[in-house]
């Protein structure tokens, strides 16, 4: 497809099983976000992918969570030892960033559909 | 730091009426983006639009305008002739511009906007 994918599209866990979350980015995108949503709040940012860069997780909650990136591709967020306090829709996000396309679209973040995380 | 206020959580508005959306932004950037995006009951955000701090030209798209104002770090979001399909939760966000182009966002809290018929 031609937008952001991410699965499963909803995940039921129990307290201290690990879960892994998928997203695929729109092709082309080299930079890839991952943010949450707790119930009835904004979204927080969690951590970024742009192209062989070092990774900014300066947003992860915990040592328990992780994510990793195959290039410029598919990305998996990790979550350890899941807790009641992490459930929450998780939501990806993609953007371009390159001399194409000029200045109207780079920056713009693309997000998926998200998975919402149930730990019960 | 980077935050977004939105102060008006919910707002309920009759078909057909204007509303506006509220979004005072701080940061110590001087060059920065604004974004609005819808949530819809589908759950996935909608891009509307992205501001550049360098550009405070009022924008209009359809029904939707945006009046971006420095002097008061706001950037307001109106809807005119409210329609029911307008009903989603809308967020403002901020982002900085860091040199590999790539920037986490911060979002406010969201305003749900009810569009009764």
């Known amino acids: 497809g031609a937008g952001v994918s991410q699965s499963p599209s909803n995940k039921v866990t129990e307290k201290g099983k690990d879960v892994e979350l998928r997203c695929d980015p729109i092709s082309g995108h080299t930079a890839l976000y991952w943010y949450r949503q707790r119930l009835g709040q904004g979204l927080e940012f969690l951590i970024y992918f742009q192209g062989n860069s070092a990774p900014d997780k300066s947003g992860l909650p915990s040592d328990r969570f992780s994510a990793e990136r195959t290039g410029e591709s598919v990305s998996t967020l990790t979550i350890q030892r899941t807790q009641q306090e992490d459930s929450a829709v998780y939501l990806c996000?993609?953007?371009?960033?390159?001399?194409?396309?000029?200045?109207?679209?780079?920056?713009?973040?693309?997000f998926g559909a998200g998975t919402r995380l149930s730990v019960l | 730091a980077q935050k977004v206020t939105q102060a008006q959580t919910e707002i309920s508005v009759v078909e057909k009426e204007d509303v506006t959306l509220d979004c005072v932004y701080e940061t110590r950037d001087t060059t920065y983006y604004l974004f609005w995006y819808k949530q819809p009951p589908s759950g996935e955000l909608v891009f509307l639009i992205r501001?550049?701090?360098?550009?405070?030209q009022n924008e209009i798209s359809g029904r939707y305008s945006w009046n971006f104002q420095k002097s008061t770090s706001s950037f307001n979001f109106t809807i005119t002739a409210s329609q029911v399909v307008d009903s989603a939760v809308y967020f403002c966000a901020l982002s900085g511009l860091d040199q590999t182009g790539a920037n986490n966002l911060f979002f406010g809290t969201g305003t749900r906007l009810t569009v009764i018929p």
């Open positions: 996000a993609s953007s371009f960033w390159g001399l194409a396309g000029g200045d109207v679209a780079k920056n713009i973040q693309y």
């Open positions: 501001r550049n701090s360098f550009d405070e």
